[in-house]
Structure formats: C-alpha cells, structure tokens
C-alpha cells in the first residue's frame, strides 16, 4: 500500500457506514481504530483530530475530518489518486 488510511469510528455509526463504502467504492483499505467514550482510543483521536464526532479519517498523516470531507477530497479525485 502506498497510502494509508486511518479511521475513527463508534458501532453503531451511519456516517461511518457511509465513509467506509466510498472507500470500498474507489478499491481502498483502511485501518480502523474502534472507539468508546472515555477510552484510550477516544482520548487519542481527540488528541489526533481535535474532533469529537466519528468518523474520524486521516489519510497519509493528514486530518480529514468525517463523511462530508471525505465526500469533498473525492469529488476532487484525490482518493481515486491514492489508489495509482
Ligand atoms: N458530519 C459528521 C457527522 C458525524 C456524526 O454526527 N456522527 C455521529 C455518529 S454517526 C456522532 O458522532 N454522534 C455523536 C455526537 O454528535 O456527539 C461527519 O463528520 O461525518
């Protein structure tokens, strides 16, 4: 993989559902970092993101931000980029 995708996300969780099939859409991977109010992972993505919504998506060290966002940067072809 030359790219790397990183996701926050809570179950259940429609935006995420949402973000995870456009990614499956455009053939990516991604890591995914479950996360529970008050635990590690949540304080981390915090600490990460400044965000306090899921998902939380980071692309190549990069915040994204959520759904919205990763719709924006794939109107712009850049996820489809990823994938060259
Ligand atoms: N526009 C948002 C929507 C995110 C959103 O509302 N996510 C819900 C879960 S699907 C959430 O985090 N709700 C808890 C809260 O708003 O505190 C995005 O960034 O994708």
Redesign the pocket.
Known sequence: MTYEIEMYT?D?????I??KNLLKKRGLEWKEYLVFGGSKEWEEMIARTN??????IIINGEVI??????TTIDKEGKLSELNK
């Open positions: 809570t259940p969780c429609p935006f995420c949402a973000a965000g306090k919504t899921v998902p939380q931000g959520g759904y919205p966002e990763l």
